[in-house]
């Protein structure tokens, strides 16, 4: 498991932050920031995975789902290690929810690690 907190910072519609984040975008190209700060509850072996799910059935049109199986695969293989469905729902039994799930070492811009008994940067 994993405990922490999570900042999610979006440029608004002037290309700027709101609040103390006013001027964080104006020297970046980015639209959005993921922040994640915590630790993990036991140490970790392996690759550690980011993604997301949704917790309903996707139902794509003929059109929809080829594009969206044209980009999974084209994704695959700009990036190894990508996992991803469109979701198993057998009868009433969902086997598996819509995802998609890439290393993180391989989606994210930076890493700050802090050493047991440092303090984390604000």
């Given at each position: 498991?994993?405990?922490?907190?999570?900042?999610?910072?979006?440029?608004?519609?002037?290309?700027?932050?709101?609040?103390?984040?006013?001027?964080?975008?104006?020297?970046?190209?980015?639209?959005?920031?993921?922040?994640?700060?915590?630790?993990?509850?036991?140490?970790?072996?392996?690759?550690?995975?980011?993604?997301?799910?949704?917790?309903?059935?996707?139902?794509?049109?003929?059109?929809?789902?080829?594009?969206?199986?044209?980009l999974l695969?084209?994704?695959?293989?700009?990036?190894?290690?990508?996992?991803?469905?469109?979701?198993?729902?057998?009868?009433?039994?969902?086997?598996?929810?819509?995802?998609?799930?890439?290393?993180?070492?391989?989606?994210?811009?930076?890493?700050?690690?802090?050493?047991?008994?440092?303090?984390?940067?604000?």
């Amino acid at each position: 498991g994993f405990k922490g907190r999570v900042l999610f910072l979006v440029r608004n519609e002037s290309g700027r932050g709101e609040g103390i984040w006013e001027n964080y975008f104006i020297s970046k190209r980015r639209t959005f920031e993921v922040k994640i700060q915590g630790q993990f509850k036991r140490p970790v072996n392996g690759i550690i995975y980011i993604g997301g799910e949704i917790e309903r059935q996707m139902r794509l049109g003929l059109v929809s789902a080829t594009i969206s199986k044209a980009l999974l695969s084209f994704i695959n293989k700009a990036l190894s290690g990508v996992h991803a469905s469109f979701g198993q729902i057998t009868g009433n039994v969902v086997e598996e929810y819509p995802h998609i799930v890439f290393p993180l070492t391989q989606v994210v811009d930076g890493f700050h690690v802090t050493p047991p008994g440092q303090t984390p940067p604000a």
